[in-house]
């Protein structure tokens, strides 16, 4: 492979006599990967399941390697029923190194194609409220996608310029990851094209959006907070000097310690005018010191504000009232809560919901737009943010009847619905109805049943199908219908 050579002559300063071992690197084949999801299935049980080979990889809980040379993980019912994401093994790190748990508010800055996010959506187990945001609509449309088919339903999917999320997100949220657009550099040996794009486009083009991204972030972490920050480069002025200047832009902000893995390298203080002791923490994967492609990562915790008296003035200055952060999302939590009290449901959505095991607090579906969406607890007054979803969508009204949504039979387990057709993953018709073709399932259920049945395979949800007659009309959404 040919590399450019100011990119050889850098990487040969940065590594001086690793240099040689990274070169052979690029002969070597490159690692797959995939993460269970936990939301779903844990690790122990997917490895009882998994229908191939698996090696684990020893820095992921949940991360797996497989042979991509032989077999397509995406062509099998187990990734349609949203057991699994595919995923690069270096590329798992970050999200499994920000702490987040049960009922946190999460941040995603830069989400697509859902990698990062599905992770940290599982980690919260419908809990709190993870918001998934991307620059692009196009690539924000295929995140809202992973994510629905991981079964995130506490979800809001927004498309902005981070900083326009600022004003309504001020000190909102308790864990935020920026998975930072970068030059790249560490994914040349896993995508050729990299290279001609980091030819266009070097670490100097990208630095001065990823100082103004990670400023923005700073802004939406609630004190206490954490933040965790990743490239997928090695250039520093996109890795510890960008932490550098976080760090002298808001110094209530501390490098913290990850959880460690004897293939990590540490941050290169050295590299920055500071030469910050503290920037050791941050952590560096080279592709010849471990199983994966090239990464830094650096998480960070916001302390309370230095100056209390400078912060109080910013925050006059601001007009943070009651009607910003979280009290303006308590406010608009009530307001929608009451008005969801003084509005009875529809009959027919009323009647499907009786069916469902789980809980549904009926305060928090919302119906727009013949639409019903069930709203995480917490969520803000959205006025003026571009968005794609905001909470799990239901299903729709049609003339007096209710047809529940692709997303809600991927929230649900197999237990919280009554009405279940579980399908062998050996059974032909999981195909077919994965190509959304119509079932002959009167092996499986008496005559006279009819009414809307959730199709699974070996216990895991696929969608929705409409009986009648022992025959089952199906219901899967044609946008993710299995392709031949």
């Not at 900083?163 to 001020?170: A, D, I, N, R, T």
């Not at 990851?177 to 990208?206: N, Q, T, V, Y």
Request: charged fraction near 30%.
């Amino acid at each position: 492979m040919r590399l450019p050579e100011a990119f050889e002559e850098k990487m040969r300063l940065l590594l001086q006599e690793e240099y040689g071992r990274y070169l052979q690197c690029f002969e070597e084949p490159r690692h797959y990967g995939l993460r269970v999801n936990t939301n779903k299935i844990s690790a122990e049980e997917f490895q009882k399941i998994a229908p191939w080979p698996l090696e684990p990889i020893p820095w992921i809980p949940n991360g797996f390697y497989y042979d991509g040379e032989q077999i397509q993980p995406a062509k099998h019912p187990y990734y349609f029923a949203g057991l699994y994401y595919l995923q690069e093994p270096s590329a798992m790190t970050p999200a499994s190194r920000l702490p987040v748990e049960p009922g946190d508010f999460v941040l995603d800055v830069c989400a697509a194609p859902g990698g990062k996010a599905t992770e940290l959506g599982a980690k919260l187990y419908g809990t709190g409220m993870l918001v998934a945001n991307d620059i692009s609509n196009s690539r924000a449309r295929g995140l809202l996608k992973n994510l629905e088919l991981f079964g995130i339903g506490n979800v809001l999917v927004t498309s902005e310029e981070p900083g326009k999320l600022v004003p309504h997100f001020q000190e909102f949220f308790d864990k935020i990851l920026i998975d930072a657009p970068c030059s790249g550099e560490g994914m040349f040996r896993k995508e050729k094209k990299m290279i001609r794009a980091w030819e266009e486009h070097g670490p100097e083009f990208f630095s001065g959006m990823q100082r103004s991204i990670v400023t923005q972030a700073a802004d939406m972490l609630r004190p206490g907070g954490m933040l965790l920050y990743s490239t997928c480069t090695f250039d520093p002025r996109e890795n510890e000097q960008i932490i550098e200047y976080l760090l002298q832009t808001c110094p209530d902000f501390e490098i913290c310690e990850m959880e460690d893995y004897e293939g990590f390298s540490p941050g290169r203080p050295e590299l920055t005018e500071s030469r910050n002791r503290e920037l050791e923490k941050t952590v560096r994967i080279f592709p010849h010191k471990m199983k994966g492609e090239g990464h830094f990562i650096a998480l960070l915790k916001k302390n309370e504000p230095i100056d209390l008296e400078r912060k109080r003035e910013e925050a006059a200055g601001r007009k943070r009232t009651e009607a910003t952060g979280r009290k303006r999302t308590e406010a608009a939590g009530r307001k929608r809560a009451e008005a969801a009290g003084r509005k009875k449901l529809p009959e027919e959505l009323e009647e499907f919901l009786s069916g469902i095991n789980c809980e549904i607090d009926r305060r928090r579906v919302e119906l727009r737009e013949e639409r019903g969406y069930y709203m995480p607890e917490g969520m803000p007054e959205l006025r003026g943010i571009r968005f794609l979803r905001s909470g799990l969508l239901l299903g729709e009204l049609k003339k007096n009847r209710f047809e529940p949504g692709q997303a809600l039979a991927m929230y649900l387990k197999k237990e919280d619905y009554g009405k279940v057709l579980d399908l062998s993953v050996e059974d032909a018709r999981v195909i077919r109805y994965l190509k959304g073709e119509t079932l002959d399932v009167g092996d499986l259920v008496p005559p006279k049943e009819k009414g809307w049945y959730l199709v699974c395979v070996d216990g895991y949800p696929l969608g929705f199908g409409k009986l009648s007659a022992q025959v089952l009309k199906n219901k899967y959404l044609p946008g993710w219908r299995w392709m031949s």
